[in-house]
């Protein structure tokens, strides 16, 4: 009777768990995803301009796999990318502990709106100007709650919006 009872247990656990993940996450859910950064990735090579994320980018089929498996989404339901939550451009790792199915149809936080927060910290951390971060300070923002890096950085930072992030901007108030 307990083993049953056991199994039962189990089984409404997994059930659940993937009902809590059904629907397309808009943030990651950091007991799954952490977040972990490269520490050979300094500033100095993130802001050279031969540093391109492409020389770095290598997840996985199987990787993707896990990732969708982890969070209980089926990578059909939905147009999703394997997102990494610290940006490869920031010094961001490609381990599993740094990457979560993102949607690109959530609204308004999607994969296009977080884009430009990881565009935005780079050049913050890259610029000579006196708006520059430190690359610690970025990767925190965006492993942390990214919208609310988002508002930070893009919204309230008095900087030139596109229509699309003015908009994003607008529904994060």
């Avoid at 952490?34 to 050979?40: E, F, H, L, Y």
């Avoid at 919208?147 to 992030?165: I, S």
Wanted: charged share 25%; with cysteine; glycine share 4%.
């Amino acid at each position: 009777m307990f083993q049953r009872l056991r199994v039962s247990f189990a089984t409404a656990m997994m059930a659940i768990t993937v009902v809590l993940h059904a629907a397309p996450p808009t943030l990651p859910d950091h007991m799954l995803t952490p977040g972990d950064v490269d520490p050979k990735l300094k500033t100095a090579t993130l802001c050279s301009k031969k540093f391109s994320t492409d020389t770095v980018r290598s997840v996985s089929a199987a990787e993707k796999k896990e990732v969708f498996a982890r969070y209980g989404i089926d990578p059909k339901s939905d147009r999703f990318e394997i997102d990494h939550l610290i940006s490869l451009e920031l010094g961001g790792k490609n381990s599993v502990e740094n990457l979560w199915p993102q949607s690109y149809t959530t609204s308004p936080l999607n994969a296009t709106i977080k884009d430009g927060l990881e565009n935005r910290l780079h050049h913050l951390v890259c610029t000579q100007g006196h708006d520059k971060i430190p690359l610690d300070e970025a990767q925190t923002a965006i492993r942390g709650e990214w919208p609310k890096a988002y508002k930070k950085y893009l919204c309230d930072a008095g900087v030139k919006l596109t229509a699309l992030q003015a908009k994003t901007c607008m529904a994060l108030k």
